[in-house]
Every structure is written in structure tokens, then in C-alpha cells.
């Protein structure tokens, strides 16, 4: 059974930056992800990472967000940058026994509980 424990959300100013962490205890392999739900929204595929190191981004992320992750540690971080208001939102790194990268929340099969990211103006 897979346990995700993510850490490192706050609450910072518009254009800082966050490093989010999911910590995976019986991860065995597969791609991992990070999502994030805003109040009153859809979950919303973040980034994803595949189980050969294939990246995607959601477009609202790319060039300010960057996954990656520790396979030695088990680890996956979501490094955040120029942070907005509108990516205020709880955060959930998510694992899938699949190797392929996607941004697919159906598609995964662990979650972690979540960290709250809030970006004031």
C-alpha cells in the first residue's frame, strides 16, 4: 500500500515561490503527479512525471512550475515560481501504477491528503 504525506505549502505574496514535497512510503514505481483544487473548481492536473522522467504541465504552470522527483528518498517536489493569485489552492501529489506521465486524475490510484497553497496580491 502506497502513503503520500505531502508537505511545504504556505501562504506567500504574488511572484514568490514554494517548494512543495509528497513523501511515498511503499512506492514501488509509476508515475506521479501533483493536482490541485481550488474552493468551488474541478481538480486540476498540475504536472506529472513519468517513470522514465517524461514531464507535462498543465499550460497555466509551464515555464513557472517544475516537478521533479528523488526515486532514492521516494520523493516528489513541485518547485513553484512566480507564484499568482489563481494558484491558490489545496495541493495532492498522486501516484498511478502506470509508467505514463498524465494529467489525468481518474488515471491514478493513491492520494495524498493535501498541503494549502495561498498567493496573496
Known amino acids: 500500500q502506497v502513503q503520500l504525506v505531502e508537505s511545504g505549502g504556505g501562504s506567500v505574496q504574488a511572484g514568490g515561490s514554494l517548494r512543495l514535497s509528497c513523501a511515498a512510503s511503499?512506492?514501488?514505481?509509476?508515475?506521479m503527479a501533483w493536482f490541485r483544487q481550488a474552493p468551488g473548481k474541478e481538480l486540476e492536473g498540475v504536472a506529472a512525471?513519468?517513470?522514465?522522467?517524461?514531464?507535462t504541465y498543465a499550460d497555466s504552470v509551464k515555464g513557472r512550475f517544475t516537478i521533479s522527483r528523488d526515486t532514492a528518498k521516494s520523493t516528489l517536489y513541485l518547485q513553484m515560481n512566480s507564484l499568482k493569485p489563481e494558484d491558490t489552492a489545496m495541493y495532492f501529489c498522486?501516484?498511478?501504477?502506470?509508467?505514463?506521465?498524465?494529467?489525468?486524475?481518474?488515471?491514478?490510484?493513491?492520494w495524498g491528503q493535501g498541503t494549502q497553497v495561498t498567493i496573496s496580491s
Open positions: 498522486a501516484v498511478r501504477l502506470g509508467n505514463a506521465a498524465l494529467l489525468d486524475a481518474a488515471g491514478y490510484n493513491y
Open positions: 511503499g512506492y514501488t514505481g509509476g508515475a
Open positions: 512525471i513519468g517513470s522514465l522522467g517524461s514531464t
